[in-house]
């Protein structure tokens, strides 16, 4: 039996993204004879929403430790929430006693908390084994500094995460076994940058379909409150709307001007656009703009993980928006296709979710970077037009199969399985 240790600052009843990967693989891993601890933290003053109903998603068998994690209330006085910084010493710790005190495999490393990255090299350092890394956004980047980008978010913490990410990144990767990432643009970002890291494994894998959890919230449905209007087209997207998909954002806000003229009901409706709770809608501006007011609704805050999945089954169709991050692919992609739902896709051009959606056999709405997106525009609202009058593409049932929660499960195993075996 190979065990494995999965680091994952983030864990039920923690519902936060960076952690779904893991939680909906771990049935999978089970499944295959793998024993499984799962190294989280125990954090009295979690910054995301608990939601009990996912510890009821992890197996029985999966052994979950969780380390010592420092309050907010004391942090928070010298502007410290980050979970991974204020748990990341008792992490080390419960790392060197799990690992010196019974044999593993391997450790998966299945954050974006990078910080606690590192620890992947010292503990190979103290005992020998060795570590994967799953890449699900990148440690450093310069998407704030190209010309016309927003100002980045978090003022000198951002400044001070990217110091520490410059310094470390580099020898934390060269030190893992494999590297996994959800785009191949992470990958071949980490190779230029580093050139010893030319020949290093690593393996594109996109996010699965939560196929279970999206059979518990349709069941769930039949007993509970609609979370959309009745009535109309009724377009939907909920998850975190960042600054580089307004681009987006603003040519479905043209299109849906253009079809409204003609007299289709289509609205859209936008929910946990945002991390922080004290966030102003960011999408109004553009549909006041287009004179969209009464038919563009957004609410910031966040949305508990299965509500957010029954907005994907009850939308007569769901929203996918590419960003000006070009390397960037939304997590959803799956779970939103396997809703068996519609989906009207947008993004620039060289945006990694046209490959991503084409490996998909989906097509997507694809506009410039720069210059006029007039085309793009009457693109997207032929496709509404369509969608209004009952004319959508259908999903790829084998392609979803292909990609499913187990079919990935399967696909990192296989990773952690030679990182394991040298």
């Given at each position: 039996?190979?065990?494995?240790?999965?680091?994952?600052?983030?864990?039920?009843?923690?519902?936060?993204?960076?952690?779904?990967?893991?939680?909906?693989?771990?049935?999978?891993?089970?499944?295959?004879?793998?024993?499984?601890?799962?190294?989280?933290?125990?954090?009295?003053?979690?910054?995301?929403?608990?939601?009990?109903?996912?510890?009821?998603?992890?197996?029985?068998?999966?052994?979950?430790?969780?380390?010592?994690?420092?309050?907010?209330?004391?942090?928070?006085?010298?502007?410290?929430?980050?979970?991974?910084?204020?748990?990341?010493?008792?992490?080390?710790?419960?790392?060197?006693?799990?690992?010196?005190?019974?044999?593993?495999?391997?450790?998966?490393?299945?954050?974006?908390?990078?910080?606690?990255?590192?620890?992947?090299?010292?503990?190979?350092?103290?005992?020998?084994?060795?570590?994967?890394?799953?890449?699900?956004?990148?440690?450093?980047?310069?998407?704030?500094?190209?010309?016309?980008?927003?100002?980045?978010?978090?003022?000198?913490?951002?400044?001070?995460?990217?110091?520490?990410?410059?310094?470390?990144?580099?020898?934390?990767?060269?030190?893992?076994?494999?590297?996994?990432?959800?785009?191949?643009?992470?990958?071949?970002?980490?190779?230029?940058?580093?050139?010893?890291?030319?020949?290093?494994?690593?393996?594109?894998?996109?996010?699965?379909?939560?196929?279970?959890?999206?059979?518990?919230?349709?069941?769930?449905?039949?007993?509970?409150?609609?979370?959309?209007?009745?009535?109309?087209?009724?377009?939907?997207?909920?998850?975190?709307?960042?600054?580089?998909?307004?681009?987006?954002?603003?040519?479905?806000?043209?299109?849906?001007?253009?079809?409204?003229?003609?007299?289709?009901?289509?609205?859209?409706?936008?929910?946990?656009?945002?991390?922080?709770?004290?966030?102003?809608?960011?999408?109004?501006?553009?549909?006041?703009?287009?004179?969209?007011?009464?038919?563009?609704?957004?609410?910031?805050?966040?949305l508990r993980y299965f509500d957010a999945l029954q907005v994907s089954l009850e939308a007569d169709a769901n929203l996918l928006f590419g960003s000006t991050d070009l390397p960037f692919t939304p997590s959803k992609i799956l779970a939103v296709l396997a809703t068996g739902r519609p989906v009207l896709a947008l993004a620039p051009t060289g945006s990694a979710m046209v490959t991503r959606l084409a490996q998909l056999g989906q097509?997507?709405?694809?506009?410039?970077?720069?210059?006029?997106?007039?085309?793009?525009?009457?693109?997207?609202?032929?496709?509404?037009?369509?969608?209004?009058?009952?004319?959508?593409?259908?999903?790829?049932?084998?392609?979803?199969?292909?990609?499913?929660?187990?079919?990935?499960?399967?696909?990192?195993?296989?990773?952690?399985?030679?990182?394991?075996?040298?």
């Amino acid at each position: 039996m190979k065990r494995v240790l999965i680091v994952s600052p983030h864990f039920p009843p923690v519902n936060a993204p960076d952690m779904q990967r893991v939680r909906v693989s771990l049935p999978g891993f089970v499944a295959a004879g793998w024993e499984v601890t799962v190294l989280t933290v125990a954090d009295p003053t979690p910054t995301a929403p608990l939601e009990p109903e996912l510890t009821a998603t992890v197996p029985a068998a999966v052994r979950v430790v969780r380390a010592f994690c420092l309050s907010r209330r004391w942090t928070g006085v010298l502007g410290v929430n980050n979970v991974a910084l204020r748990s990341l010493p008792f992490l080390f710790l419960s790392g060197c006693r799990l690992l010196s005190g019974r044999r593993y495999d391997v450790v998966y490393f299945s954050t974006t908390m990078f910080i606690v990255l590192p620890l992947g090299r010292l503990w190979k350092a103290l005992t020998g084994v060795p570590y994967v890394i799953d890449l699900q956004d990148p440690w450093i980047t310069d998407y704030y500094e190209r010309p016309g980008a927003p100002h980045p978010p978090g003022g000198w913490k951002y400044r001070f995460a990217q110091g520490l990410g410059r310094a470390l990144e580099g020898w934390t990767m060269r030190g893992a076994a494999h590297l996994i990432a959800v785009s191949q643009g992470y990958i071949d970002t980490l190779r230029a940058r580093y050139p010893a890291m030319r020949a290093a494994p690593a393996t594109e894998l996109p996010f699965g379909s939560p196929d279970p959890d999206l059979e518990l919230a349709a069941a769930r449905m039949k007993s509970r409150t609609p979370l959309l209007p009745a009535g109309g087209l009724r377009l939907a997207f909920a998850g975190a709307l960042g600054p580089g998909m307004l681009a987006a954002v603003e040519v479905l806000c043209a299109a849906m001007a253009e079809v409204r003229k003609t007299g289709v009901p289509v609205s859209a409706h936008f929910f946990g656009t945002s991390y922080d709770p004290q966030a102003r809608p960011a999408t109004l501006a553009l549909a006041a703009q287009y004179g969209l007011q009464h038919c563009v609704h957004e609410s910031p805050a966040r949305l508990r993980y299965f509500d957010a999945l029954q907005v994907s089954l009850e939308a007569d169709a769901n929203l996918l928006f590419g960003s000006t991050d070009l390397p960037f692919t939304p997590s959803k992609i799956l779970a939103v296709l396997a809703t068996g739902r519609p989906v009207l896709a947008l993004a620039p051009t060289g945006s990694a979710m046209v490959t991503r959606l084409a490996q998909l056999g989906q097509s997507c709405v694809i506009f410039p970077a720069a210059g006029s997106t007039a085309t793009a525009r009457d693109e997207a609202a032929s496709q509404l037009r369509n969608l209004a009058a009952g004319q959508a593409a259908t999903v790829d049932l084998a392609m979803l199969n292909r990609h499913s929660a187990e079919a990935m499960a399967a696909r990192q195993l296989s990773v952690l399985q030679t990182a394991a075996t040298g």
